[in-house]
């Protein structure tokens, strides 16, 4: 099997936000993206026009002959992928926080791991210069591939193992989509006692630049981290028709209490 | 008794983060700042140093010709305030989110609520142009008044009743000290598995950016989000030795489940 000494010829397999937001992001730094797969047609139609490439809808009818393949697909595809995948040359790689790099360990083939992490929707277009690049490969050659190539996208690239990985992949969802649950409650609560949520804004923006300058153990603040009991029941009363949001801030508060107060 | 047209002059009861950070910003607007009053003759000589005024350690002895007094104490030790203080002219008003506006309600003065929404600390600097403050004046004339004042630091300048300003308390506190947490779960796993906290920065700013353009139910995303037990399972078990932490990524997990999908 021939591997390049560069990787200079991209193919997708898949069409969604990640696919789309790396295919970008490729095309800008000149990286040639050879086809898009996806049986879904509209998006890979779609994604081909964006990227100046072709597209196929059946996998059999994949050009073989990219350098790498990026698999771009929900996690649970990624395994059934390999029966119908036709042999190909070059490195396949996929783009999950979640799947160890050993779920690709099933043909001869190199193979390795591109994980952004980034929180993408197709609507905005995402400057990839800071954005972490986890790579990981199947030895040592192909780990320096993926690594030059995600050079070439962002100033940002480390290499991570499948564990060290997956525990990225977790704390991502919790500063991503638990932090945005945070807002969530709040706007809900804010709507009906008609406040503008947009006050929240400024703090919610501090609150994230504050932990860039110190470690978040130090940022932390407010009632629970002073053990302010008062201040804590007076919110939990003004939750009673909010039970879940209620749960929440018991749940939290008694955290912080017991990572703050009873350890002293 | 007499109340200004403006308010051109402002003591000081306290010295801690709000009183030097409200203090400055009335500084660069060129109002004046009379005196600083604190038990703490430390504090009150270093806040009176940074804005070139008096300073006194007992509350006796407070200058009473103020056009308004600003009380940064401790929510707690406000009401007890009213049994050492001297009979003053001006307006006096609290600067907390949590306090009712009537704790105030005990002597003949006007009285109100300024209340800025902004996690402060001595060390940064904060540029106050666009935090909200957050007025309530015990009568028309006082209300203005303060708004009149505030709209000289600030451009997002709010009347709030005390129901309101309570809710929004509460909401701030969870999306800054609960998404702090979450920072913080982050972290303390990060550092046992030796990978760099710096690698989530840039997903906690754009997650914080995303809901200055769209609402935070449209932004939720996420495992929970669509409801993808498998990975919400690897997680939790990933989480096994981290029994505080796996507690709260169940519920948070729990509640968005609830929320995007048994409603349907």
Redesign the interface.
Known sequence: MNVAHQISRVSFIGSGNVATALGLAFNIAGIKIDEVYSPNENNAKSLANKLKCSWVKNIEDLNTNSDLFIIAIP??KIIDLEKYLPKINGIIAHTSG?QSIDVLNTNKNKYGVFYP???FTKSKE?EFT???I?IEGSDETTSNLLIDLAKKISN?V?M?NS??R???H?????????????????????IE?????S??????????????NI???E???????RN?K??IN??LE??NSYP?YK???R??SN??I??YHDKL
Chains 1, 2 share one sequence.
């Open positions: 996690d649970q979640s992490l980034q929180t995402i800071n954005i972490p986890c940002n480390v991570l564990e060290q997956q525990y990225l977790l704390t991502a969802v919790t500063v991503n989509n638990f932090s945005n649950l945070m807002y969530n409650l709040a706007h809900d609560v804010l006692k008609e406040i503008d949520f006050l929240l804004l400024p703090l919610i923006q501090e609150t994230a630049l504050k932990v860039h470690n978040p153990s940022a932390q603040t407010g009632p629970a981290r302010d008062s201040t007076k919110h003004l939750l879940d749960e929440v801030y749940l939290l955290q912080l017991r990572k």
